[in-house]
């Protein structure tokens, strides 16, 4: 697939990823976007809207559960280890806003990634990312080249 060719849309009001080639829709999966709500004020934790593109991608072909600081693996996650932390897991695609009220978005760190509150998506539950659950992310991620358009709406 071809990043002109393909784009990501995440619909906050719906909870729902969708990936499309063209007008054909490729996969739809369930997300979770900020319990803090709409915004792009820096350290707000808010999921921000508009357009943004794919800007780096990181943690191809590491275990599903890899556990992410700084986008570098630290560890490794198992569904039932206790944590209080909101991990970012599994594989991270770091998004790049392109018009003037998103264009901190790189520099927020807003990604799409898998979790290890999979219990929590389909519902507002991250501080700001898109979150996924881990075998959904992964499957994106071997999808989405670098350069892919991404649209966040309410």
Same mark, same amino acid.
């Given at each position: 697939?071809?990043?002109?060719?393909?784009?990501?849309?995440?619909?906050?009001?719906?909870?729902?990823?969708?990936?499309?080639?063209?007008?054909?829709?490729?996969?739809?999966?369930?997300?979770?976007?900020?319990?803090?709500?709409?915004?792009?004020?820096?350290?707000?934790?808010?999921?921000?809207?508009?357009?943004?593109?794919?800007?780096?991608?990181? @943690?191809? %072909? =590491?275990?599903? $559960?890899? /556990?992410?600081?700084?986008?570098?693996? +630290?560890?490794?996650?198992?569904?039932?280890?206790?944590?209080?932390?909101?991990?970012?897991?599994?594989?991270?695609?770091?998004?790049?806003?392109?018009?003037?009220?998103?264009?901190?978005?790189?520099?927020?760190?807003?990604?799409?990634?898998?979790?290890?509150?999979?219990?929590?998506? @389909?519902? %507002? =539950?991250?501080? $700001?990312? /898109?979150?996924?659950?881990?075998?959904? +992310?992964?499957?994106?991620?071997?999808?989405?080249?670098?350069?892919?358009?991404?649209?966040?709406?309410?």
């Amino acid at each position: 697939m071809s990043p002109s060719a393909s784009r990501i849309e995440v619909s906050i009001g719906t909870q729902r990823l969708r990936l499309w080639s063209g007008s054909k829709l490729v996969h739809e999966w369930p997300c979770s976007t900020s319990k803090f709500g709409i915004g792009t004020e820096s350290g707000s934790n808010r999921t921000p809207l508009g357009r943004f593109i794919v800007q780096e991608k990181h @943690g191809d %072909a =590491a275990p599903a $559960g890899t /556990i992410f600081k700084s986008r570098q693996p +630290v560890g490794q996650w198992q569904p039932g280890m206790e944590t209080q932390s909101d991990l970012v897991l599994t594989r991270i695609l770091w998004l790049h806003g392109t018009q003037s009220h998103n264009a901190n978005t790189f520099d927020r760190y807003i990604y799409i990634h898998g979790t290890n509150d999979e219990a929590g998506i @389909g519902r %507002a =539950a991250s501080h $700001g990312c /898109i979150r996924m659950k881990n075998a959904a +992310v992964i499957e994106l991620f071997d999808l989405t080249p670098v350069g892919t358009p991404v649209w966040i709406s309410e």
